[in-house]
């Protein structure tokens, strides 16, 4: 059974920083962060290969945020930096087959951590 448990999210001053992770559990997968903002539609963040040399992001976090991935210990990363207002959302962790691009209905979803930042 896959399980993907996140955890780190919080509130924190326009500026900040936080890290997140997500726990993953039963199988070995592509994986990336969504968001969902209030009154929004969930959104892309970034995703990365298996072996963690491949990453590519969303133009709103681009150079703010970095995933990274601990194989040897089924956990992925996500470091955001220079936080903003406007990244206020529930984030999610994602996990999909490898060889695909982005998760399809078969796509393994944590519950969800909340970011706030405060202006």
């Known amino acids: 059974q896959v399980q993907l448990v996140e955890s780190g999210g919080g509130l924190v001053q326009a500026g900040g920083s936080l890290k997140l992770s997500c726990a993953a559990s039963?199988?070995?997968?592509?994986m990336g962060w969504y968001r969902q903002a209030p009154g929004k539609e969930r959104e892309f963040v970034g995703r990365i290969s298996l072996s963690g040399l491949r990453t590519d992001y969303a133009d709103s976090v681009n150079g703010r945020f970095t995933i990274s991935r601990d194989n040897a210990n089924n956990t992925m990363y996500l470091q955001m930096n220079s936080l903003k207002p406007e990244d206020t959302a529930v984030y999610y962790c994602a996990a999909w087959k490898i060889g695909e691009h982005f998760p399809g209905k078969d796509a393994y979803w944590g519950q969800g951590t909340q970011v706030t930042v405060s202006s």
């Open positions: 039963g199988g070995t997968f592509s």
